[in-house]
């Protein structure tokens, strides 16, 4: 009998973990969870009171309620290729699995067996990222969805070959040298991801954020801060001389990606190959991120939030009660701690019908510290799936950040 292993990198990262691993039980026989932070992550962990070695309980709880035996692997990590070749090499079957902790899997069993007696050395899923349920991103309306390895043949590949295979995230880092492509693919998807990336709520979504953001400025410099700009940063204590590391944080949970961005990236929106029922395993997941969402738009009205200037501030205001939650009448209405130069606001919409993205440039009217928004009529557009308001300060002070209140 064939057995199967997994491996899963992870920091925190528990938001959707629950009906991931649901979707792979019965297919493995051991998990193993490479877990603990990034090194030039640790002093902004410790200072916001993390663990770099260990994620919070929650994540361990929702791993021994799943049911799928584990074994784990704590220690901090120099980047990406280190800990996914960590967690390869540690799987012990001749068949290795790749999970991330925001994927949904539904097997094409036919396909896989066939997989499994072709000789072939990856298996590869279908992967496209959710919009929200029934919509997907695709880069057309005809062909198949972009596909990324699931399963390996380890007698084939080795840990560090099989990073060739996998998309990730490097930034300011690379691969191991001397690592060659050549495997051979199975032709047909064993699988369909369900990709829900975008559907963390604001504290998962945060710390991704952090994540996201900080290995882009180690290669790049922290555009915020006039001395650290266009400087790559390998420690981030210089960052942490100008900006707190609790400001830091707070700031990232009003970006983008903590509200489940508001882009396609030159996509197009197409309907979910998989049915309502299929979905139902997974759709509360949405609610559970939009909820989040509103309730931010509430912490917003009840004290003060920090932002990096210029950088866009993110209002999800998808269906109405998120619009309830934050605008009054046609008017939005903010007061900044200091004064500013200049502020600049924008709605931005994913629509299921062409034009799939679109942005509307709204009147802003700046004052002082007090920032006015004039809205259109904000009745939800016919084929809207998700709608966001975001809002550029550069404050006078010229210290890189700032404070908001929403009024």
Known sequence: MTSFSAYLSIYNDWDLLGPALASMKGRIQELVVVDGAYEWMVPYLQAVGKDPLRSDPALYEIIETSGIPARFINRCWANEPEKRIAGYAACQTDYVFRVDADEILFFNEKAFDAYLSSGQAIGEMEMPLYDSPGYVHAQDQVSGFGKQPLIFDARQLRPEEHLQYLWLVLTADTLPKGVKGGATFYPEPVAFNAHLSTWRTATGASQRAAFYSMNWVRANGFPWVEELSGKPIADFREIFEYISP?????????????????????????????????????????????????????????????????????????????????????????????????????????????????????????????????????????????????????????????SFIVI
């Open 246 to 402: 609790r400001h830091f944080s707070s700031a990232l949970a009003r970006g983008a990606v903590a509200n489940g961005h508001f882009s396609i990236l030159g996509n197009v929106i197409r309907k979910s190959p998989l049915s309502t029922e299929q979905e139902a395993s997974f759709a509360h997941l949405y609610e559970n991120h939009l909820a989040s969402s509103f309730e931010l738009n509430e912490q917003a009205r009840a004290g003060e939030q920090i932002f990096l200037a210029g950088s866009p501030i993110f209002f999800n205001i998808s269906r109405e009660d998120g619009r309830l939650s934050l605008l009054k009448d046609k008017e939005f209405r903010l007061i900044t701690a200091d004064q500013s130069s200049v502020a600049r606001s924008k709605l931005h919409y994913i629509n299921a019908e062409a034009p799939f993205e679109s942005t509307l440039d709204l009147e802003t009217k700046l004052e002082g510290n007090e920032i006015e928004i004039l809205l259109p009529d904000m009745a939800p557009m016919p084929s809207e799936i998700r709608c966001g308001l975001s809002v550029s300060i550069w404050p006078l002070s010229g210290k890189g950040f700032g």
